[in-house]
């Protein structure tokens, strides 16, 4: 009988056992860990390599930020929702949470990876509300479309990224009301922090380089997030990335309609404007959003049910993913990016979105601890 080689998913040391142990689970001869035997050589397909390498790097960053490695996470699973059938009540419950009638229990909370739909339904809308304006725009040429051109454009992709997070936040205690406020209130006096950093480093004379903006827009959206939100009610990681989207997201659709009216108003209104919301539309979830949610939920990781205090923005559970998403930010400035079609863009991105997925997993295992012992005691009550 052939012989089946692969690696250890726990110590990554070379493996040889007989093929007849196809599938079965035995501890690793190096680490001991519980491990299961693959069912097919994985030196023998391209397409396991391929995952290998995927499932390494993956590995390497959520060390790197010093979040948990994914374990049983599947695209395919968490998306299997967004091309189903919804009814329009369906909808309105999944926005109907976070009240004080309309929060359930801990013991009524689903704790298995969420399955968001309602942000992909919401793109779509969005989407044609914006491309029915820019053909008004190319037909009419009236002046007058501009503001909504510039409002749909700038808001559509994040509020729709801003959704998922909201999808993800299983507990279901943060209303509609509490996100609109930091979207609008987040974005706000995170660009007024921004600014004044940007000033200080202007008045001891720093060169301005792009890539520098991260010193200055991460602190201050992280300053604005803590401004409005230090409130035991929200004690969960799956809060801190909910808070740390929206405003991000506010951030990004205020700064994303501020470029697109400036080169409106120093370019012939259309091409130029019309360029600069599609392409900053397009990266928002890449950019501002993941990057103020992973740190959002980072620091909620340290935060949890106590009064927010400066000793925690030193602790390395927040200070890693914080200095990741200053790093990301930083090279998402640089002059570097050569590849078509913004790919360096979208690799930086997937980097945020690991660390986001690995805090999500956390939140998951927070609440599946805290239900358990909400049920553990119900049962000894009873």
């Known amino acids: 009988m052939a012989d089946i080689t ?3 998913p726990e110590c990554n040391n070379d493996l040889t056992v007989d093929e007849k142990g196809r599938g079965m689970r035995v501890p690793c001869p190096q680490c001991g860990k519980d491990i299961e035997i693959p069912t097919q050589d994985k030196t023998s397909s391209d397409l396991s390599d391929v995952g290998e390498i995927a499932a390494r790097v993956t590995a390497k960053i959520s060390s790197a930020a010093g979040v948990e490695r994914l374990e049983g996470f599947s695209f395919r699973g968490m998306f299997s929702e967004v091309f189903k059938k ?11 949470v ?5 929060t359930p229990s801990i013991s009524e909370v689903d704790t298995t ?4 739909w309602v942000f992909f339904r919401t793109f779509v809308i969005a989407f044609l509300v914006y491309f029915s304006l820019i053909s008004a725009w190319y037909t009419h040429n009236n002046i007058f479309l501009v503001p909504g051109i510039i409002l749909v454009g700038s808001f559509a992709l994040p509020f729709a990224t801003l959704l998922f997070f909201m999808e993800a936040n299983v507990r ?8 609109n406020k930091l979207v609008f209130r987040g974005g706000a006096i995170g660009l007024t922090f921004s600014l004044f950093f940007f000033a200080v480093m202007g008045a001891v004379k720093l060169p301005f380089i792009p890539a520098l903006a991260a010193i200055a827009e991460e602190p201050g959206k992280l300053l604005a997030l803590y401004l409005i939100i230090n409130n035991k009610k929200y004690p969960y990681i ?35 404007m019309e360029s600069v919301i599609m392409t900053r539309g397009i990266l928002s979830p890449f950019a501002h959003i ?19 205090s400066f000793s925690m923005i030193r602790d390395p559970r927040f200070l890693k993913v ?22 360096s863009y979208f690799i930086l991105g997937a980097v945020a979105w690991i660390i986001i997925l690995g805090l999500i997993q956390e939140g998951l295992k927070e609440l599946r601890v805290e239900k358990a012992a909400a049920i553990n005691k119900l049962t000894t009550e009873a």
């Open 6 to 8: 692969f690696k250890c």
């Open 86 to 96: 919804h009814t329009e009540d369906e909808v309105e419950r999944y926005f109907a």
């Open 98 to 102: 976070g009240g004080p009638d309309t």
């Open 113 to 116: 990876w969420p399955k968001p």
């Open 172 to 179: 279901r205690n943060v209303s509609l009301y509490q996100i």
């Open 238 to 272: 799956l809060n801190g990335l909910l808070f740390g989207a929206a405003v991000g997201a506010g951030f990004a659709a205020f700064e994303s309609a501020g470029y697109a009216l400036f080169f409106g108003l120093t370019d012939e209104v259309g091409g130029a």
């Open 290 to 308: 993941a990057w103020t949610s992973m740190c959002g939920g980072a620091l909620w990781r340290v935060k949890g049910k106590q009064p927010f």
């Open 322 to 343: 914080f200095i990741v998403a200053i790093v990301l930010h930083a090279l998402w400035n640089l002059p570097i990016h050569r590849l078509p079609f913004y790919a």
